[in-house]
């Protein structure tokens, strides 16, 4: 039997866009993946508390990965008490399940952060990284500027940049109805619905 392939795809969807269904789609069909799961983070380590609560982040992401068969979600950090560090997540991961191959998915700034997540050498010990690029940070500079041990632990997956982030989209809806512009539809109903990320 052939090792199942799995690429782990963390963040905190706050929320999921159409950058991040791009990039997870590029590295399932580049690495020959099997599955996808996106992982929301509960408490995130480098980044201010998320704006919509776990379960809204987490109903946002079933209904932006719906209908694809590939991708499924994680809870594991949203179940986890304090703040979320890939590392722990790994080792949960891995206790669980032995014979696989992984990947963790993220994008180029990701990347220019990752030697201040908790623990890098060990976490490229456990998984591969898969990179895409993304609008702001530059390509070969980062490439050129990685150590080796993380440059060794890196594959590149190639996507036509995506200008979209969470944070515009939050700005955005915080001055009038969400535009539509970088959201699933299903997405876009959520945050209307629930009035998420207005200024009140
Ligand atoms: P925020 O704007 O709030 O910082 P974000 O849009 O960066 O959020 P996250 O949930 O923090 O979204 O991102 C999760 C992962 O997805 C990270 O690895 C990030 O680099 C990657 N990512 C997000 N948006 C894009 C994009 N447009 N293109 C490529 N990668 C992306």
């Known amino acids: 039997m052939t090792t199942p392939r799995l690429g782990l795809f963390g963040g905190t969807f706050d929320p999921p866009h159409r950058g991040h269904l791009a990039l997870a789609e590029h590295c399932l069909r580049a690495l020959s993946l099997d599955a996808v799961w996106w992982i929301p983070c509960g408490q995130p380590a480098l980044k201010q508390h998320a704006a919509a609560s776990a379960e809204q982040r987490r109903a946002m992401v079933e209904l932006a990965i719906a209908g694809r068969p590939e991708f499924a979600l994680c ?5 986890r008490q304090g703040t979320s560090y890939t590392v722990d997540t790994l080792a949960e991961i891995a206790d669980q399940h032995d014979r696989l191959h992984l990947w963790w998915l ?7 952060d990752f030697p201040r997540w908790r623990e890098p050498r060990r976490i490229v010990s456990l998984v591969r990284l898969a990179v895409v690029d993304r609008p702001g940070d530059e390509s070969d500079q980062v490439r050129s500027s990685l150590p080796q041990w993380l440059a060794d632990r890196v594959d590149w997956v190639p996507m ?6 969470s944070r515009t989209i939050r700005a955005e809806s915080a001055q009038g109805p969400t535009s539509r512009l970088g959201l699933p539809d299903s997405v876009a109903e959520y945050i209307a619905k629930h009035r998420l990320y207005t200024a009140a």
Do not use: S, T
């Open 160 to 165: 036509p940049l995506v200008d979209a982030a």
């Open 75 to 79: 809870d594991v950090e949203l179940r």
């Open 106 to 112: 993220m994008g180029l700034d990701a990347l220019v």
